[in-house]
């Protein structure tokens, strides 16, 4: 589909990406997570675009990061001080996990780009505390970007903006439903360069061709053939290679709980509150990730009912190396898997990993053991 084309071309070639949206005159405001209040750039009228590491090789960010820092924050780092980043403007930091709390002070130190934002969010999401220390956070965030490009966020600025990334979520939606009641309609490798490519590119662009996708997807043959379904579970997942692993054993990826997959385009913001308000209140309410908490058994619970919803029959729990977070609630997400008898293997891997034959035989294995 040439729809889907256009959003692996996104991600793959960044600097003609970059360039295309600073030729409308658009900054560029880069963030590294997906707690970044992209609305908010958006409505300041700057192209927020999230960072990926590029995968090559790291050289320089070794003098500022020890080695048991996870791929993602030094591949990002590496980039930016190898010059590939140079599109940027600006960067926005979102409090989070320590390293990505290490990069951000790293980064504001020797970053040489024009706006610099941390974002000290709440750790704790389920208090009533934290709904008015969260929409404190926006708005002193909506404050610095006003102050830094010497304009005014509006309303109804930020309203507008709220309403795209509502209609890039649903769309994301329609198609991930497909997606997973249908395996084999769309392929895996596709689906996540349609979530990364969205991240990336002009948020109307990707409006108007996810409609597209989820349009032409309602008139595509239905394929028959039974797979053995799996549902992820990590932090990023930039492994295209992963998901074709998955497939050639015969498997097919009906979920998952990532921050490059559904906890990104899951759930909306409401367009009837008060719009930082409403933007805060999705942040607290979206599934959450191993550096935020909002209660003992939440994540376990959310993975669950995500294996039950999608009728997986087995959960691949994706462990970038020196992911202290996600390694640390691994096992208390394996013995609640447990206790309902799901089966899962974790499987550690870097980002810039690609398919290796070690990496296939496992997946196989796990497969064939469903
Ligand atoms: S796992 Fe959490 S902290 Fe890490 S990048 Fe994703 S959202 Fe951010
Ligand atoms: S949550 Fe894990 S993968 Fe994401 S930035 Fe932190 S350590 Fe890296």
């Known amino acids: 589909m040439k729809e889907i084309k256009r959003f692996h071309e996104a991600a793959s070639q960044l600097a003609d990406t970059a360039a295309r949206i600073r030729r409308t005159g658009r900054k560029i405001i880069g963030y590294p997570c997906s707690y970044a209040p992209e609305e908010l750039i958006h409505a300041a009228g700057c192209h927020p675009m999230r960072l990926f590491s590029s995968g090559h090789g790291i050289v320089q960010a070794e003098n500022h990061l ?51 934002a941390d974002l000290a969010l709440p750790a704790k999401l389920n208090t009533p505390n934290s709904a008015v220390y969260m929409e404190s956070v926006l708005a002193r965030c909506k404050a610095d970007l006003e102050t830094a490009l010497k304009i005014s966020i509006t309303d109804a600025d930020l309203a507008a903006s709220i309403a795209l990334f509502n209609r890039i979520r649903t769309h994301l939606s329609t198609i991930h439903d497909f997606y ?3 395996p084999g309609q769309i392929r895996g490798s596709d689906m996540n360069a349609l979530v990364k490519g969205a991240m990336i590119m002009d948020r109307d662009e990707a ?40 497939e050639a054993a015969g498997g097919a990826v009906v979920g998952d709980d990532l921050c490059t997959g559904q906890r990104w385009f899951d759930g909306q913001v409401a367009e009837d509150q008060p719009p ?36 997986a029959h087995g959960v691949l729990f994706v462990m970038l190396k020196f992911c202290d977070p996600h390694a640390f609630d691994y096992p208390y997400l394996k013995e609640c ?25 496992r997946i196989e294995t796990f497969i064939h053991m469903l």
């Open 337 to 361: 898997l447990d206790a309902k008898g799901i089966r899962s293997m974790a499987l550690e891997m870097d980002e810039g990993y690609r398919n290796q034959g070690q990496f296939s035989t």
């Open 276 to 311: 930082l308000t409403a933007l805060a209140n999705r942040y607290r309410e979206r599934v959450i990730c191993p550096s935020k908490h909002a209660g003992l058994t939440t994540r376990a619970d959310h993975l669950i009912s995500l294996v039950n919803k999608t009728r």
């Open 66 to 116: 020890q080695s048991y820092c996870c791929s993602v924050v030094r591949g990002i780092l590496e980039d930016s001080l190898a010059g590939r980043l140079d599109f940027l403007d600006g960067t926005m930091f979102p409090h989070t996990c320590d390293s990505m709390q290490r990069l951000s002070d790293i980064w504001r130190m020797n970053g040489a780009y024009e706006f610099f």
């Open 180 to 182: 997973s009641r249908h």
């Open 207 to 246: 409006a108007a061709l996810l409609a597209d996708v989820a349009a032409s997807l309602r008139h595509m043959p239905v394929p028959d053939t039974p797979v053995t379904r799996v549902v992820l579970s990590g932090s990023v997942c930039d492994i295209p290679d992963l998901f074709d692993a998955v």
